[in-house]
């Protein structure tokens, strides 16, 4: 053999080697570019999954701050009914201490008149006084 033939050879066996590394590459490159288009979708999926998130959040924060005022605006009406009841009550509370002890000064009175009947010839029977029934309602009402 000579050494013409035995470098063609040699040449011939890189050249079938060269090849089919190259078909092996060929494929590899094919299976990348499919994953490579796989991943572009699942990028483009997620980006819009992104965009429709953010509008979401967005809408989400505006729901929560019109919320805040219609709850804020609520919360000081509700105070100032609060505040309002709680001054009517307070009124309501000294007319009655005051109502309470005119009763009381009615009643002293009351007793000194019943005292004076037997002096003066008049029986006041044993009828309950309205003045004394009003007066036990409002105690109980007081308490």
Known sequence: MSVTLIVELV??????TTIGYCIALS???QRLK????????????LIQATGKAE?????LKAT????????????????GV??????KRKLVQSELVELI???HALEGRR??????LPVMGVDPGDDPSLVSSALDRLRKKAA
């Open 111 to 116: 007793n000194e008149a019943k005292a004076k």
């Open 55 to 59: 509008y979401s959040i967005r809408a």
């Open 64 to 79: 929560a701050e019109e919320c805040e005022h219609t709850i804020s605006d609520r919360l000081d009406a509700a105070r």
């Open 101 to 103: 002890e005119v009763l």
């Open 27 to 29: 494929r590899k490159l």
């Open 11 to 16: 040449v011939a066996i890189l050249l079938a």
């Open 34 to 45: 499919t994953d490579e288009e796989a991943m572009r979708e699942m990028v483009a999926s």
């Open 82 to 87: 609060i505040s309002e009841i709680d001054g």
